[in-house]
């Protein structure tokens, strides 16, 4: 399996960015996506995931009612639409895949990691 995140850019504080996080190879019925950050200097943390074919999501707390983790199965892609965005938001953005059904917010339990995407919010 083989994840590749797209859609970072530039964005001034209170705008929106859609990131799309591309599947590819053999995907089991029992993978979940997640979305996690890392800022320069900071460990990786957590966003939200998203069960691949369960309607379940989780989010972390520092983005809950701004962000929303949502899936095409089609089109094997998970999307992150991130909405009143802070300076604070400032990451490179990777998706990876867990196993796990309780989507744990620890990194060291996903893998596949895809090559990250920047995003960058301007105060």
């Known amino acids: 399996v083989q994840l590749q995140a797209s859609g970072g850019g530039l964005v001034q504080a209170g705008g929106s960015l859609r990131l799309s996080c591309a599947v590819s190879?053999?995907?089991?019925?029992?993978?979940?996506l997640g979305w996690f950050r890392q800022a320069a200097g900071k460990e990786r943390e957590f966003v939200a995931a998203?069960?691949?074919?369960?309607?379940?999501?989780v989010y972390a707390d520092s983005v809950k009612g701004r962000f929303t983790i949502s899936r095409d199965n089609a089109k094997n892609t998970v999307y992150l639409q991130m909405n009143s965005l802070k300076p604070e938001d400032t990451a490179v953005y990777y998706c990876?895949?867990?196993?796990?059904?309780?989507?744990?917010?620890?990194?060291?339990?996903?893998?596949?990691w895809g090559q990250g995407t920047q995003v960058t919010v301007s105060s």
């Open positions: 998203i069960d691949w074919l369960a309607d379940r999501t």
């Open positions: 990876a895949v867990t196993t796990i059904a309780s989507m744990p917010s620890r990194s060291d339990l996903y893998r596949h």
């Open positions: 190879g053999r995907i089991s019925r029992n993978y979940r």
